[in-house]
Every structure is written in C-alpha cells, then in structure tokens.
C-alpha cells in the first residue's frame, strides 16, 4: 500500500494536459501488483501493460521535449503516419493502456464504494466484472472473454488482496480502503483526461481482439 501512495499520479493542472513523463513514472509501478495476485494466469495480462508502458516510453525517448504531454504525442503521430493512425505507434499503445487503466479504476472504485455479493462478500467478482464490463469486454471477442471467466475465478479474496497490497501486513480493511480512495483521486482525474484525448482527436477505435 506504501507503494500505492508513493507513487501517486500527478494532480492535474488547470489546463487538464497530462504530461509524458510522471504519467509514465506513475504507471510503471502498476504492473508490480500483478505480484499480488499470485497465479501466473495473470501473467499475459502483465506482458501486455508492460508491453503498453514500454512502446509509449520508447517514443517519448526519441523525443522528450517534443512529446511533452500526451496529447502532443498523439498530435505527432497523427502527422507522422497519415492514414495509418491511429492504429499505429503510442497512439495504439495508449489506446489499450488507458482501457486496463480504465479497468483498474473501476474495480477499485467498486471496491472501495463496498459493492459486493451480499452470500460471499469475501470475493471481488462483482468489483472484477464491473471493471471489465466497462472498460474492455466490448473489445474482446468470443475467446478472449472466456480468459477473462477463467482469470475471475483465480482472482483472489478480498482479504488477502488487501492484505498483500499493503505488503503482507494485517492492516484494517478500512485502512486500506481509505488509501485506496485517496490515490483514485488523482489517478481517476489522469485516466479521464486521457480519455477526453482520445475522444476529442477521434482517435479510439473499436475492433476486437
Ligand atoms: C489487446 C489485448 N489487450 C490482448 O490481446 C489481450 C491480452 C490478455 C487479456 C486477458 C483477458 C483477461 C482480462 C481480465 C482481467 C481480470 C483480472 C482480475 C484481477 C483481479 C493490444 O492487446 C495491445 O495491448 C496493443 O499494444 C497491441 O498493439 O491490436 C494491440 C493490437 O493489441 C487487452 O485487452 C488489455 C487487457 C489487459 C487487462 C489488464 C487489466 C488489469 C488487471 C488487473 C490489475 C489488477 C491490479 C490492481 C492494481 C491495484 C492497485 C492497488
């Protein structure tokens, strides 16, 4: 949990631009939860964030000054590639990334809003569909969805996500969840503005995976 707090998303000036860098930085660490997961069923779902962080990072390097702030970098590439984007480059990678983004935020938020099923209320299945119904069942097809019932039934209990996200501690669900709460504020804020990029450029696509 300590690692949740320290690194936090950045809170959102005025003008709503999310700068390259410490978006990268804060999503970077994202994937070092998956570890609190535990079965290696989730492992693809890892690849594929880090996969995601990896292709923008690479981007933003041949550049920094250029690509200062994400809607500059889309703005970029939509030069660059012509008819090609926006299924091309950062653009693409950013498209997916913000989606598990968007999942992650929403589980969380159900999570926290103490969403659950009344006969089982030690597991996240309601918290983990919500996420998914969301944010990315829409672009899956037939077997990608099936992954996602089989992944659900791996998922952990409640108990011990909370527990293994405040690094093996005994904290007070509470507890938790409060800083929970705290860190989706600037968090949500960063994963909207994201996604007012791309709806204002025009730019999400939606084929299936
Ligand atoms: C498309 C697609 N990516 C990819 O093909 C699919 C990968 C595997 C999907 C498995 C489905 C299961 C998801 C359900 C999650 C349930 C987990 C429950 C946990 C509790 C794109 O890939 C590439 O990304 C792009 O670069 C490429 O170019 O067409 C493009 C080309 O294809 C996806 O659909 C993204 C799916 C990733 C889901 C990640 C969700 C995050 C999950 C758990 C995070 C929990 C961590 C909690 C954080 C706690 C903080 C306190």
Known sequence: ???????????????????????????????????????????????DLIGNITKIKAVYDTNPGRYKTLQQLLEAEKEMYGSEWPRVGATLALMWLKRSLKFIQIFLQSLVDGEKDQSNPNLMRVNITKGYDVA???YHGWFVQQLFKAALYAAPYKSD????????????????????????????????????????????????V
């Open 161 to 208: 996500f909370l527990k293994a996200i405040s690094k093996g501690r005994d904290v007070k669900e509470e507890e938790c969840l409060e800083k929970i709460r705290k860190f989706l504020i600037n968090f949500s804020a960063n994963i909207d503005a994201v996604y007012d990029i791309y709806s204002r450029m025009n730019a999400d696509l939606d084929y299936k």
């Open 1 to 47: 949990m300590a690692l949740l707090m320290e690194h936090q998303f950045r809170q959102l000036s005025a003008d709503r631009q999310v700068e390259t860098r410490p978006f990268l930085d804060a999503v970077s660490y994202l994937p070092l939860f998956f570890d609190c997961l535990g079965p290696t069923i989730f492992a693809p779902i890892k690849v």
């Open 136 to 138: 990315l069942k829409r």
